[in-house]
């Protein structure tokens, strides 16, 4: 596909999904990305990327993209064809939904700074209906949803090689968007299916309640295999070789986590109001069955000292929001008297101030008697430190 500089993209909110999507579209097209964070917009200005990822610094150093970051709204949103929102929606206990406010705010800037033949794509997670209420409450049918499927560590390969496109959307200039996400994409073989707006968002929510659920359906096979001295490894090898079952998503871990799952669960449930419903409650509810049942797997090897050895969800991620790890650790400090340290040397963790936090890989080793870690890598292979982990094939 040729570069169109005569089509224009403005992204809103330049995270994971808005930047590696912005890196994907700006081979193509112009793309103008916005973010209230100053210090990111200076960073991608001087080709540096706030995220960890190689497929993303890559491309950002490329010569054959068309980005512009900016702090200016106006300029962000002037002209432009298709406006994607991708700012966070984090899940808010005391309402039991997501906060859309920011997304709502970008929809809010988008009516009043873009032209009118402009088409609004969410791809922040939203509740299911929210489309719906945002087109009735302004009175526009621009406003569509397209959901993102990314994982952390791999979002611009993700990206460039979708699964497949959701476009929430019937209308003629939705079904334009899909050609034109169809063609910048490296797999041309990928479908493009469009639904109603509802049904969009509730793929996106029933695809991460299902990755939840089959994370935490091998978290429980692992509990039971280590409750009863059984080989986790060869009960997984031996269930996994089903083609109905899979050899995926099947390494045990100390629980499901990261920004999307855990968030997309509670809200999935929320959605379910007055639906009867058993499985998605106990997928909300496995992660604190499994911790609960760690710790006291870990309190019965009586450590003195705990070291806790990254607390990002996976390996090559910069990112530790809702990890599993830190979770566990937390439940020990709060509820048992044991000492606890945490080795990180590339995450700034101003808010575990209540941790002794180390940098140093040799100071971190020289004075604990327990290692824990959510998942194995070459630093770990050759200490004679106990080490509990319930990763066993060395991977995410």
């Given at each position: ?25 700006a081979?193509?097209?112009?793309v ?7 210090k ?22 490329s010569?054959?993209i068309n980005?512009?970051?900016?702090d200016s ?8 064809d ?14 039991n ?16 700074l ?5 088409l609004?794509?969410?791809k922040?997670?939203i509740?299911i ?5 945002m ?17 952390e ?6 990206a460039a ?5 959701i ?8 079904k ?11 797999k ?6 469009h639904?109603g707006?509802d ?6 929510l029933?695809?991460n ?7 935490a ?9 280590l ?7 060869e ?22 986590g ?6 997309d669960?509670?809200?999935l ?24 049942f ?15 050895y990254?607390?990002?969800?996976k ?9 599993a ?8 400090k709060d ?7 945490i ?7 101003s808010?575990?101030?209540?941790f002794?936090l180390?940098?140093?890989f ?22 004679n430190i ?11």
């Amino acid at each position: 596909m040729s570069r169109n500089i005569t089509i224009k993209f403005s992204v809103i909110g330049l995270g994971y999904v808005g930047l590696a999507n912005s890196m994907v579209l700006a081979k193509y097209f112009e793309v103008v990305g916005f973010d209230q964070d100053k210090k990111i917009i200076a960073n991608l200005q001087d080709k540096k990327s706030h995220i960890n990822e190689d497929g993303i610094k890559n491309a950002l150093k490329s010569d054959k993209i068309n980005f512009l970051a900016t702090d200016s709204k106006k300029l962000c949103y002037e002209k432009s064809d298709y406006i994607i929102i991708a700012t966070p929606t984090n899940y808010d206990p005391e309402i039991n939904f997501f906060d859309t406010s920011s997304v709502e705010s970008s929809i809010n800037d988008a009516l009043e700074l873009s032209p009118d033949q402009s088409l609004i794509i969410i791809k922040s997670t939203i509740p299911i209906g929210f489309v719906k209420e945002m087109n009735a409450k302004y009175k526009t049918s621009r406003i569509i949803f397209c959901p993102e499927f990314l994982r952390e560590g791999s979002s611009y390969e993700d990206a460039a090689n979708p699964s497949r496109i959701i476009i929430g959307s019937h209308l003629d200039e939705a079904k334009e968007l899909g050609s034109i996400l169809k063609r910048t994409s490296n797999k041309k073989e990928v479908a493009v299916i469009h639904t109603g707006s509802d049904e969009a968002e509730a793929i996106k929510l029933f695809s991460n309640t299902y990755l939840a659920m089959r994370v935490a359906f091998f978290n429980e096979l692992d509990s039971f295999a280590l409750n009863n001295s059984l080989s986790s490894q060869e009960i997984i090898d031996g269930v996994s070789q089903d083609n109905r079952i899979g050899r995926f998503y099947n390494n045990p871990s100390f629980g499901y986590g990261g920004y999307c799952l855990p968030k997309d669960t509670k809200q999935l449930l929320s959605n379910f109001n007055s639906t009867p419903q058993n499985i998605i409650s106990a997928v909300v509810e496995s992660n604190k069955t499994r911790r609960d049942f760690l710790a006291k797997k870990i309190l019965e090897m009586q450590p003195k000292k705990i070291g806790i050895y990254r607390v990002s969800m996976k390996a090559n991620s910069d990112n530790h929001r809702s990890s599993a790890i830190l979770k566990l650790c937390k439940h020990i400090k709060d509820s048992f008297d044991v000492e606890i340290c945490i080795f990180e040397p590339e995450i700034l963790l101003s808010d575990l101030s209540d941790f002794e936090l180390i940098n140093d890989f040799e100071k971190f080793i020289s004075d604990i008697d327990l290692i824990l870690a959510n998942r194995i890598d070459d630093n770990l292979k050759k200490l004679n430190i106990p080490i509990f982990t319930r990763d066993i094939y060395n991977e995410n």
